[in-house]
């Protein structure tokens, strides 16, 4: 397993703080900001409301795999640029 992988989910055991859905939502967010998009656009593009999709940025929700296969196809990125990790602060 991924070295850093095995730390954050120690942290995440000790600590019980979602470390993975942080990285997630702010990766998220950080997609969408660097593809100079709205979070409307984005979800008009998912063909989801744009509250499902606020809820995805701010961490109260997440997406189901269809709709994370969707996220890859609209920001045109591989599964490892939306859940990267390894630049996260431990």
Known sequence: MNNT?????QKEHVSG?????????????SLREYAHMTQFQ????LNVPVSTYANWE????????AD???LLYVFDVT?????DCE???M
């Open 17 to 29: 703080y979602d470390i993975f859905k942080t990285i997630f939502k702010d990766n998220l967010k």
């Open 68 to 70: 994370i296969f969707k």
């Open 5 to 9: 992988i095995y730390k954050l989910l």
């Open 42 to 45: 984005v979800a008009e593009k």
């Open 87 to 89: 630049n996260f602060d």
């Open 79 to 83: 599964a490892n640029d939306l859940f």
């Open 58 to 65: 701010q961490g109260r929700r997440e997406p189901c795999i």
